[in-house]
């Protein structure tokens, strides 16, 4: 065993002193260096004490665009500088006070701007502090998990396949350790690793007693000593860290971005023939020119791209909320289009909480856990040398452990692979103490689980110098490594034929009980050379344990509401093909029909074609590998299915990465495996993944919402004064009115909508198909009929009012208050293309505070003698108000009746149909 000098050493010299090289020196020397014993590593008070003297353990991010950047920007647009000629124009003319309201409305209009993109750069902020990295280490003689930022110079960290390095670190023990340096070196191939020191002018690359911050284990375990931290570790040198989230801009956003610049040109042209027909019937140049200026502005849907980023980001933040946290924004797309989720068993659909339900021992005899009192279990099997050998097994060949400072027998603070601190809870109700047992025994050689060997194998010692193997795995794998069988007078006879069926049997009853089955066996070791070659077979069958991992609550109802929504569920396990079955039998995978199960051994020898056919009509795969994963998985993808997958191994990455939407497991899932992903589940539970398609749905359909209310606002607006224009009419809004309506009716409503809940029929509809284009034909002409009935209630209001006041400012108010009112009426048709209106009316109060401000707003527009002034409006009369509601129900009247008429087909549709 390592051993190490007691002298306490601040830490400061392995980050200050130049001449210390921790990859070229000895364990010894560097344990000396850094002042610690790792048997004990570093106390609490220890670790506190560095970490405030040399700062904590991270790199500082590359920081959000500076608020200087961001603020200027909001005044680089051409809406900008389009309200700056318009200013100039009122200036020229001698019209001082709406020069100063239009620059006024321009410092508001790129406030707003800056604040939804400050918000916005904000809320993915919030995102990349949600997925945080953590360790296992030795503290104090006892082993914890910390957040990696709290890492000290000295500790001692415990990693295994999946970990990311959260530190540089150097190597004290290890087993068959190799890592993926690719984030530091650039080399693809993983590198082999060992305690051994190297030269002091090894290249990066080349030292391989050494692991670094940002690189990964990809198998093998390791015991370290952390030896740099933040920005004194190679990665923080030059300065390179992987961003967590991606920021940039989505396809969605990247479409509205460029539709919005398009309307810009097509809203200039319109703008263009206004101002030629108000110059062509007589109109002021200048005053036309303000209009067809004003008219651009207020069409140009300007804030789409930053409202679409707030609406995502606020969206993704409510769904972290939810337990799944979405590292890139394209993500939520891709979740409203997904059709098949392709998801883990254990710990997904299951409850991870594996529990050690019976023994089956080679004597023929079994045990089960029915009962909590230690001594009773102790004393009813003390004189079992069967049992005692299988718990040895278990306690000895298992990597798991507990947090000591809660205590022995809560499964919840168990550290390690579920099944392994399912063993050592068995343990404990036996009265055995596996840290106790443990320190009886000296490992000399670990073959780390594999996924591909299904099986793991360790040579100890006791003190007497008696060396023996134990192995446990797949109980196919342990009886194929095995030669005899431990009887009832504890001799180990052969193993033949006969008996191999007899324990197979066994197996398929207890998987058949939905029970995980492990196999137990050990042999003696003479010699310690060669071990590698003498853990390979002639081994002594024990036994077998089976444990359960109940579904988890709700569950069932998750799979039900997927099916519902038109995704099939797919299960990939490792585990055995009659416990896989009988647990999607219980969720009812498959629709409540029979669920079809099939071994990964059926894959062999079968072309893509022939293995999506398969996945096709199969509900759950089991004894898959991480490769058939990923067969099955690019398999769909070739028929044309959106692909979710989840993982949570270092091997799943791949997978992961290959899937349409890659969902890594954050309670279980290694760092490997989150990196590839797309949406870590904090809660690991498959009812999150469904929760999470509902919010992708929402947040896309928010987003269609926003498109739909700012787009028909703005054709309604045009529409108006182009017609009125058209037809002879004096305009009927001044520029300031047409810039003080953008300014009010777009950004609250449109916030209103961004938070609007899912509606009831968000999880009863197929996915929506990922070549579906946001302005889809039909929705452009719901737009444009809308737009057009907008515009025409407005100017009806217009043409009451200049016949009962004539020409001027009074009617242009009754007009702008018209115009407002329909546009506020229009928001609640918006809620819903095919729903009413006052259907679930109060489940979103924003639309009601959104509505509240817009009003108020106009009141204090109205009734505020210096605003009034500058707007160019007058008091309504009772009249006035009465033509303004009139005006502000009709919209939601004529859009009910076409609804009502649409759902009435629809009825008779179906009726026809069935």
């Known amino acids: 065993m390592i051993k190490s000098s007691d002298k306490s050493v601040s830490g400061e010299s392995i980050q200050t002193e130049p001449e210390f090289f921790p990859h070229a020196s000895s364990i010894h020397e560097v344990l000396d260096k850094i002042g610690v014993k790792v048997s004990e590593g570093l106390s609490e008070e220890e670790a506190r004490t560095r970490i405030s003297r040399f700062g904590e353990n991270k790199i500082e991010q590359k920081s959000l665009r500076s608020i200087w950047i961001m603020l200027w920007e909001q005044f680089s647009s051409i809406i900008v500088w389009l309200l700056i000629f318009a200013a100039i124009i009122a200036w020229l003319t ?23 993109e400050w918000r916005a750069g904000q809320a993915l902020e919030a995102l990349r502090m949600a997925a945080r990295t953590t360790a296992r280490v030795r503290r104090g003689g006892d082993e914890h998990i910390v957040d990696a930022e709290q890492l000290a110079i000295g500790d001692i960290l415990i990693l295994s396949a999946g970990d990311r390095v959260p530190a540089d670190v150097r190597i004290l023990e290890s087993a068959n350790l190799r890592s993926d340096e690719s984030t530091l070196t650039g080399e693809s191939v993983p590198v082999t690793k060992s305690p051994e020191a190297v030269e002091i002018s090894t290249p990066l690359a080349e030292r391989i007693c050494m692991l670094y911050l940002g690189t990964t284990i990809v198998g093998g375990k390791a015991l370290a000593v952390v030896n740099a931290t933040g920005r004194k570790t190679e990665l923080g040198r030059i300065g390179e860290l992987v961003a967590d989230v991606d920021a940039g801009w989505t396809p969605l956003q990247t479409r509205l971005r460029d539709l919005g610049q398009r309307l810009v040109y097509v809203v200039l042209i319109v703008a263009l023939i206004v101002f030629i027909a108000g110059i062509l019937r007589g109109d002021n ?109 278990a306690t000895l060949c298992n990597e798991a452990a507990f947090d000591q400072n809660d205590g022995l027998d809560k499964d919840e603070n168990a550290i390690g692979d579920p099944t392994e601190t399912a063993l ?23 073959q780390p689980f594999d996924a591909s060997l299904k099986r793991m194998t360790a040579v100890i010692e006791d003190s007497y110098d008696k060396r023996f193997a134990v192995l446990k795995g797949a109980p196919a794998v342990v009886l194929n490594s095995c030669r005899s069988f431990l009887d009832k007078n504890g001799d180990a006879v052969p193993l033949d034929i006969p008996d191999r069926e007899r324990f197979s049997q066994i197996n398929r009853k207890m998987a058949g009980r939905a029970l995980r089955v492990l196999g137990f066996a050990d042999k003696s070791i003479k010699s310690t050379s060669g071990m590698e ?18 579904p988890r609550m709700g569950a069932a109802e998750a799979v039900m509401n997927a099916q519902n929504a038109g995704i099939r569920i797919v299960m990939l396990t490792g585990d055995q093909l009659n416990t896989a079955r009988a647990i999607a039998a219980d969720l009812r995978i498959g629709g409540g029909t029979e669920t079809i199960a099939s071994h990964s051994k059926d894959l062999i020898d079968l072309d893509e074609k022939e293995i999506a056919e398969m996945a096709r009509r199969t509900d759950v795969f089991a004894r898959v590998t991480p490769k058939d994963k990923l067969h099955i998985v690019k398999a769909l993808q070739e028929t044309g299915e959106i692909v979710a997958v989840t993982g949570d191994g270092v091997n799943d990455a791949p ?52 498109v739909h209310l700012m787009f028909s606002h703005n054709l309604g607006e045009v529409l108006m004064i182009f017609s009125a224009i058209l037809t002879g009419l004096p305009l009927p809004l001044l520029p300031l009115q047409i810039l003080w309506i953008n300014l009010v009716t777009d950004v609250f409503p449109a916030l209103a909508l961004a938070v609007e809940p899912p509606s009831p029929g968000t999880m009863n509809r197929n996915p929506r198909p990922p070549s579906e284009t946001m302005l889809s034909n ?28 004539g020409e001027g400012a009074h009617a242009r108010t009754v007009a702008l208050l018209a115009l407002i009112g329909v546009q506020l009426g229009h928001l609640f048709n918006c809620r819903s293309r095919t729903r009413s209106a006052f259907s679930r009316f109060f489940s979103n109060p924003y639309i009601f505070l959104a509505a509240a401000i817009v009003i108020g707003l106009q009141l204090l527009a109205i009734y505020l003698a210096p605003l009034a002034r500058v707007l160019d409006l007058t008091e309504p009369t009772r009249t006035d108000w009465l033509v303004v509601i009139f005006c502000s129900v009709l919209p939601i009247v004529f859009v009910e009746i076409i609804k009502l008429l649409f759902r009435s087909k629809r009825r008779k549709d179906y009726q026809t149909a069935n």
């Open 94 to 116: 001698g019209n001082e006070l709406e020069a100063w309201a239009i620059l006024v409305v321009l410092v508001l209009n790129a406030t707003i701007g800056f604040l939804i």
């Open 285 to 393: 140049v200048w005053l036309m020119l303000e209009v067809a200026i004003s008219l651009a502005v207020a069409a140009v849907p300007e804030g789409l791209p930053a409202v679409t980023t707030l609406i995502l980001a606020l969206g993704v933040l409510r769904m972290a909320r939810r337990n799944a946290i979405v590292r890139r924004l394209a993500a939520v797309e891709t979740l409203g289009s997904s059709t098949v989720i392709c998801t883990d068993k254990t710990g997904t659909l299951t409850e991870n909480r594996m529990t050690v339900r019976e023994f089956q021992l080679s004597e023929g005899s079994s045990v089960t856990l029915d009962s909590s009192d230690p001594a009773k279990l102790a004393s009813d099997h003390s004189a079992n040398e069967n049992l005692q050998r299988i718990m040895r097994v």
């Open 424 to 446: 050592l809870i068995a343990a404990g109700k036996f009265g055995i103490d596996p840290q106790s047992e443990r320190s009886q025994y000296e490992i000399l050689f670990e």
């Open 533 to 550: 070659d003498q853990i390979q077979n002639e081994f002594t069958f024990l036994g077998f344990v089976g444990m359960s991992d109940p």
């Open 655 to 706: 997978a992961l990465r290959h899937a349409d939407i890659g969902i890594a497991m954050g309670g279980r899932g290694t760092e490997v495996a989150k990196e590839a992903s797309d949406i870590i589940l904090t809660d690991d539970n498959f009812s999150t993944i469904v929760k999470a398609i509902e919010g992708g749905r929402t947040i896309y359909s928010n987003i269609l919402k926003f």
């Open 778 to 805: 039909p929705f452009m002409f719901l737009i444009l009929w809308q737009g057009a009935l907008l515009a025409a209630i407005a100017l009806a209001a217009y043409v009451w009012a200049l016949s009962e006041y």
